[in-house]
Each structure stands twice: as structure tokens, then as C-alpha cells.
Nanobody, 125 residues
Framework: QVQLVESGGGLVQAGGSLRLSCAAS????????MGWFRQPPGKEREFVAA????????NYADSAKGRFTISRDNAKNTVYLQMNSLKPEDTAVYYC??????????????????WGQGTQVTVSS
């Protein structure tokens, strides 16, 4: 397994931007498919975006398309989530996840083997 630590969350006004980072431990980061999930207050965890091990393929939830961009830097063992045009409904705890299986590109959370502790994103109206 890989250890994951998210950062970059905070309070932002609607229409603003944030970039989340997820730093991974270990020397095999480049074999892991990575994902971002979020859990709004009182709701179930939901898929946001996923990126392949090489970074050449991505998948987004409909709510993220056109506003969020997932990317990775394998030299820095880090995956990012750039969030633009934020809305109050984007308020949630955001988690990154990792797994070496290509199957996780589907966005099914239960298929990810490693999770970070989460970072809070709050969007005010």
C-alpha cells in the first residue's frame, strides 16, 4: 500500500478556485492509478475524478467536468485536483485514493486500496 496525504483545502467564495494536492509515499507511485472523491456533509462519498498511472487517461464525474482538472507529477509523487468555478455544493471533505489496478478508473471507491485522511473544502455563497 501507499501512504497518502492531502493538502490545499480551505474556505473559498463561490466562483473561486483551489488546488488540492495529494502526496504519496514510496518509490512506486508511478504504478498507481489515482482518484479524488468527496463526501459532502450528511451525504455519501462520491467520485470526482481519476487518472491513470501514466497520466495519459482521465475520468470525471459529471459534476466535475469542465470545472475540475486532475493531474499528476510522478517525479514528485503527487496528484493534483485543480478546482475552478467552485460552487457551494462543492463543499465537502475531499479524499485522494490509490490502487495499482486499472479497474479503478471506473470511479468505484470500493476498488481503491489506499486512502488519505481528507481535506476540507468549504465554498461560501
Amino acid at each position: 500500500q501507499v501512504q497518502l496525504v492531502e493538502s490545499g483545502g480551505g474556505l473559498v467564495q463561490a466562483g473561486g478556485s483551489l488546488r488540492l494536492s495529494c502526496a504519496a509515499s514510496g518509490r512506486t507511485f508511478s504504478i498507481y492509478y489515482m482518484g479524488w472523491f468527496r463526501q459532502p456533509p450528511g451525504k455519501e462519498r462520491e467520485f470526482v475524478a481519476a487518472i491513470s498511472a501514466s497520466g495519459g487517461s482521465t475520468n470525471y464525474a459529471d459534476s466535475a467536468k469542465g470545472r475540475f482538472t486532475i493531474s499528476r507529477d510522478n517525479a514528485k509523487n503527487t496528484v493534483y485536483l485543480q478546482m475552478n468555478s467552485l460552487k457551494p455544493e462543492d463543499t465537502a471533505v475531499y479524499y485522494c485514493a490509490a490502487d495499482p489496478s486499472r479497474a479503478v478508473m471506473s470511479g468505484i471507491g470500493s476498488r481503491f486500496g489506499s486512502w488519505g485522511q481528507g481535506t476540507q473544502v468549504t465554498v461560501s455563497s
